[in-house]
């Protein structure tokens, strides 16, 4: 039998269905997979699901606080979903390899959230200034009126997108080339001028628009800001656990005393300090694990 310098080679490692190396990374694949499913369910069952997962302001005065999530897996109509998931498809794919698919999905979950409470603020405003208006024939009012589908996450997307990568292109109607950063803020404004609309002249559409506005200035912030906001976090906790570690005995009284002392040696030298203060110093000291 003739050798083959193939034969002693490891088999090819199988895909699995959530890795990295297909054509949609896992976060992409995995919301993907679950507003389509969730969509399928709504052809049999499109009454309780609505009324379990829709978002409105009612529900969430009645603290029914999953609705800030579950909103995003309904969708109004076939049109509605496909628009949504194309255009998260599209930018999701570059973006999630860009910043790691965990952070994808918090991005996409937190624009969401925030979309959410912006609509249910908006439809409070709203139910303050025109009361107990009624919006369709089914009697909804800006109390009830319900909300759905993933724009708030897709446009939350769109803006990190653009905020990461200004100058990268679109198509426009797949013809005319603009800036990614120039549809961000285009569209920023169309969502502002309807806000606004709806606060000084009424009721416009029945398009979530303040939940668009808000999934995009999270997303924008989350990108522009979210390292700074880190590393301030970071120091908070750790701070916390240094303060966390000094013994049960330790008091603000205390603290300030040891300022004092430290002050009065930087300003005068320590050869100033009393036995007083080098005694308190020196109990401070190992009381808080020789960190002076």
Known sequence: MAWHETWNEPPPRRRRFFSRDGFLPPGVKLILLLT??????????????FAVGSLSLRGLMRLQLWRLVTYMFLHGSTNHILINMFVFAMLGVSFERQVGTRRFLWIYFGTGVAGGLFEAVFNLLMFLKYGAVRLDVAGHTFLTMEAVGASAGVAG???AFATLNPRALFLLLFVFPIEARWVAIIYALVETRHIVGGLTKGWTDNVAHAAHFGGMALGFVWMRYGAVLSRWWTRF???DRVRSEVSPGWRDDDEAEVDRILRKIHEEGIDRLTPREKMFLQDASRRRGGRF
């Open 36 to 49: 389509v499913g969730v969509f399928v369910l709504e052809m049999f069952w499109a009454g309780p699901l």
């Open 157 to 159: 997307i769109l803006v």
């Open 237 to 239: 906790k750790r701070r």
